[in-house]
């Protein structure tokens, strides 16, 4: 005997079912959506996007100036330009047709996607961290084995990219975990660079494995010194305050000429030593010690172990103090202030030590950053350097470390490799220079992944503790770092 199944009226639907299906016939009067006419209202709004992009960028895009004897030399790129404006167009289009015709809210499209993977897979993350690892350990011979003719770019490369994997590590200490939004985070890598610089070159006994603990405790002691005065703010505030002591910084050491050398810098900073050898060529080098052929790369290989070998300390302490009280204080701290404070929580002591342990790294990284080059000035710390730290840190997932090595790779190898890419080169011009263009493909990668990944390329969580079984989670779930 068949059975029929009434379909669901207003009276015997659920309530819930019942509202959102009203929330659904009114969302498009919320969002002036036309369903009659929607291709057409999104190509009208596409041209009308692709023609302001045009407007504002004819003087930029269009026009090039250059100084020439008679004056300006003014040359057109219009390829270049048109360029620009069809990436406009098509961009705002396929936004219309797939994002913003929707009635959810943009973040809920891709929000959670990459958990499912997490949480099928376990062992994935820990999987590729040893990948990782094992990669990075042969990454010098395996350069110098297939790449002979560019090895020592491509060597001085990954030792860019290793700097900021630590940086965007320690970075990670006072976003991340701690939830506290710091934007002068680049001030505790001047002072451990100049603290470097200073004591090498007035003391000649003091090389650089001397000197680097003690530019790391002058770095962790400024940290401390800017933690105190913003024990009491949060979120935009605490940005702002940040923001201005790395300007402070900055300031200091462009106009303390007599201790500073102000723009000048300082020059002439001692190379790291090997058991007190030099990497040079003679009799007391280190290839003449070891017995082999001397070579310009080996310095290169060394400088590349040595911030391999911090930032392997960097996270290896991380990792521990995040199982320790202290770094579960820092957790609860960024969940909830409040109920950190009713838990009986110091919380000022709490910010204190996440401000120290992150700026202590930070220094750490500057000291190596000064004996990598050689010289330093205050041009090398602009808020910019703050900027790309904290959008690898945004950009890999608060708190996931992992995260941080994959956007360090993908923002700085890729943005460095851009370079070598020379096809862009036939389609825009000789003349163009896509380095140039950094920061919009630094704005555009932030736009894309708030989209596709509104929590970071890796937006899952694995708890510091658990009761009975340790679980991923969404990191939907975990709070932003915005000091709350």
Same mark, same amino acid.
């Given at each position: ?70 004056? #300006? ?7 270049? /330009?048109?360029?620009? @404006?069809? !990436?406009?167009? *098509? $961009?705002? =289009?396929? +936004? ?63 030792? #860019? ?7 965007? /590590?320690?970075?990670? @200490?006072? !976003?991340?975990? *701690? $939830?506290? =939004?710091? +934007? ?301």
């Amino acid at each position: 005997m068949a059975t029929t199944v009434d379909a669901p009226t207003a009276e015997n639907r659920p309530a819930g079912a019942q509202r959102d299906l009203e929330e659904q016939r009114r969302a498009p009067l919320k969002t002036g959506e036309d369903p009659q006419n929607t291709l057409a209202a999104s190509l009208k709004d596409a041209a009308a996007a692709a023609l302001l992009a045009g407007v504002l960028g004819f003087f930029f895009l269009a026009l090039r100036t250059e100084i020439a004897p008679g004056g #300006l030399d003014v040359s057109a790129r219009w390829g270049l /330009w048109l360029a620009s @404006i069809a !990436v406009v167009f *098509a $961009g705002r =289009l396929l +936004l219309n047709l797939f994002v913003f015709k929707t009635r959810r809210p943009v973040t809920q499209l891709f929000a959670g996607r990459g958990a499912g993977l997490g949480a099928r897979l376990p062992w994935l993350g820990k999987a590729v961290g040893a990948a990782l690892f094992l990669f990075a350990m042969i990454l010098p011979f395996f350069i110098t084995t297939v790449f002979p003719a560019q090895q020592r770019q491509y060597i001085d490369l990954a030792i #860019l990219i290793m700097t900021y994997v630590m940086l965007g /590590w320690g970075l990670n @200490i006072v !976003v991340g975990l *701690a $939830g506290l =939004l710091d +934007l002068g985070y680049v001030a505790f890598y001047a002072v451990g660079a100049y603290a470097f610089a200073l004591l090498s070159t007035h003391f000649e006994v003091i090389g650089f494995w001397t000197a680097l603990p003690l530019a790391g405790m002058l770095a962790a002691f400024w940290g401390v010194i800017l933690g105190f005065p913003v024990l009491r703010l949060r979120g935009d505030y605490l940005a702002i305050v940040t923001l201005a002591f790395g300007e402070m910084i900055r300031i200091v050491l462009l106009n303390w000429y007599d201790f500073t050398g102000g723009p000048n810098g300082i020059s002439g900073i001692p190379k790291p030593t090997l058991f007190g050898l030099e990497f040079t060529r003679g009799e007391d080098g280190v290839a003449a010690f070891l017995g082999i052929e001397y070579s310009t790369i080996h310095r290169f290989i060394y400088l590349y172990y040595i911030i391999f070998i911090l930032a392997i300390v960097t996270n290896f302490v991380t990792m521990r103090l995040r199982r320790l009280p202290v770094g579960r204080a820092w957790e609860a701290l960024r969940e909830d202030e409040i109920a950190c404070r009713s838990l009986g929580i110091n919380t000022t002591n709490t910010k204190l030590t996440a401000f120290a342990i992150g700026a202590m790294f930070g220094g750490f990284a500057g000291s190596f950053f000064a004996t990598r080059q050689g010289f330093i000035s205050p041009e090398s710390f602009t808020f910019l350097e703050s900027a790309i730290i904290l959008a690898i840190v945004v950009l890999g997932g608060l708190g996931s470390q992992i995260g941080v090595v994959i956007a360090s790779v993908v923002m700085i190898g890729g943005i460095e490799m851009l370079r070598n890419i020379g096809f862009l080169s036939d389609i825009f011009g000789p003349d163009f220079d896509p380095v140039k263009y950094r920061m919009l493909i630094f704005g555009l990668a932030m736009v894309g992944i708030m989209i596709w990944k509104p929590r970071g390329l890796i937006s899952t969580r694995e708890p510091t503790i658990a009761l009975k079984e340790r679980k991923r989670i969404g990191a939907d779930y975990v709070a932003q770092g915005e000091g709350h």
